[in-house]
């Protein structure tokens, strides 16, 4: 357990520094997901690294798929720092940038049978998507248009929140009350 005074840093990791994460990433996931969690690690765009005391213990992988939405790939925290808040601080910090950039909706998939993950999820204000669902452009969160971008493997559900209101009229940093879900 770490000392309540070591401040987490959240930081970009860019090109030769992403190749810290990969331990974190073989001490987090295992078959298909750890896979391609190094694929995507190399791949995408936005990787924040969470640091306490000069040790990589999380990292985000975030994209925008279009303009109007956000996808959490991967968050990530070392078995041993987890319930320290760390995934809060690093889910928080992506929702920041994905409004701060003007996204409607963002997304992650998460596995089904991993219970910390979805309570994280959920308590930011995501809730499962149902294919069948209205899209995210017609005021729902449904992404079928998107999903084969999202690359979901099997066991895992597909979670998204809004963060502002669907259409033209929606600006950055105009979030909806409460970053509340449209009903369904």
């Known amino acids: 357990m770490r000392a309540p005074d070591v401040p987490l840093g959240l930081k970009s990791l860019d090109g030769a520094e992403r190749a810290r994460a990969v331990p974190l990433l073989e001490a987090c996931f295992t ?28 990292l985000s992988m975030l994209e925008r798929l279009v303009p109007e939405v956000g996808y959490v790939y991967y968050l990530a925290v ?3 720092h ?9 889910l928080d910090d992506a929702l920041a940038w994905f409004d701060v950039e003007g996204a409607e909706v963002a997304y992650g998939a998460v596995g089904e049978d991993n219970g910390p993950s979805l309570r994280l999820f959920r ?34 559900l597909l979670l998204g929140r809004r963060l502002r209101p669907a259409g033209p009229a929606s600006a950055p940093g105009a979030a909806a009350p409460g970053g509340g879900l449209t009903p369904r």
């Open 31 to 58: 078959g298909i997901y750890r896979w391609h969690a190094k694929r995507t690690l190399r791949a995408i765009d936005r990787v924040r690294g969470a640091e306490r005391s000069g040790e990589l213990i999380g």
């Open 78 to 80: 070392a078995p041993e």
């Open 82 to 90: 987890r319930r320290e808040g760390v995934g809060a601080r690093l």
């Open 123 to 156: 308590s930011r204000g995501f809730r499962e998507v149902e294919r069948k669902e209205l899209g995210y452009r017609e005021g729902g969160l449904g992404a079928w248009g998107l999903r084969s971008r999202m690359r979901l493997v099997g066991g895992e």
